[in-house]
């Protein structure tokens, strides 16, 4: 049930922080740079919901960005969705896509990311697009799944988020997401859709990000596979990047 930049923040977090480590950048002649990231969480939550049965992951991604609005990546975390002996042990994403600017304070995103699950035999794996526009500090954005985890069949994930600076350099963001399916055998209880929303305060120390964020859902347990999951909580973590 996995999600960048670092994961595509936009489309996808909903609240995940994360204990860096090491990396590496380089830029190359013709605008080509790449960076990495490593890092950790305490709870790896994708749309409002726990992928790590509510204990830590570590997490790292690589990016490529080819100076003219052209991007590419790949990111992994570990995840744990309590099947038992037959476990997914990670999801490993790849995306790419464009972005630019239409004026000063209009941006917007557009890409392709592809979810990959490892070490469990079900076929959890799935495809999105993705767009989204920005103006200044609000971003409005939609995902959409041909056929979404598990094979759940078709959904559709519209989005809002607002980010603005605190004093002392702190960010300050919120996000909510409507999740709707197409058909109704994702939840447990046969519900067509759900909403997260997360709130999140960040501040940057050179290369190392640290972050917490309150992120639920208003799904209930019944709806959420009689887990916790979905319940709101604290998510805290740090994330290096060079």
């Not at 046969?190 to 208003?218: E, M, N, Q, R, W």
Request: some cysteine; charged content about 15%.
């Amino acid at each position: 049930m996995g999600t960048t930049t670092k994961k595509i923040a936009t489309v996808l977090t909903g609240g995940a922080l994360a204990l860096g480590m090491t990396v590496a950048t380089y830029a190359a002649d013709g605008g080509l740079s790449a960076s990495a990231n490593l890092g950790a969480v305490t709870d790896y939550k994708f749309r409002g919901i726990s992928q790590s049965d509510g204990g830590p992951a570590v997490q790292g991604g690589v990016d490529l960005d080819f100076g003219n609005g052209f991007y590419l990546g790949t990111w992994a975390s570990q995840v744990d969705f309590a099947y038992g002996a037959d476990e997914t042990d990670f999801e490993h994403d790849i995306y790419g896509g464009y972005a630019g600017e239409l004026s000063d304070s209009v941006s917007f995103d557009v890409g392709y990311i592809f979810y990959a699950y490892h070490g469990s035999d079900w076929d959890e794996d799935y495809q999105e697009v993705y767009g989204s526009v920005s103006f200044s500090d609000l971003t409005l954005g939609l995902a959409y799944s041909d056929d979404y985890w598990a094979a759940t069949g078709e959904f559709y994930y519209p989005y809002a988020e607002y980010s603005f600076a605190l004093p002392a350099d702190v960010s300050l963001g919120f996000h909510v997401g409507a999740n709707m399916f197409d058909e109704v055998s994702f939840m447990s209880d046969g519900s067509d859709s759900y909403i997260d929303y997360s709130v999140s305060v960040g501040k940057d120390f050179g290369g190392l990000s640290l972050s917490a964020s309150l992120v639920g859902t208003d799904a209930s347990e019944e709806e959420c596979w009689n887990t916790d999951w979905c319940e709101p909580s604290v998510v805290a973590g740090a994330t290096y990047t060079w």
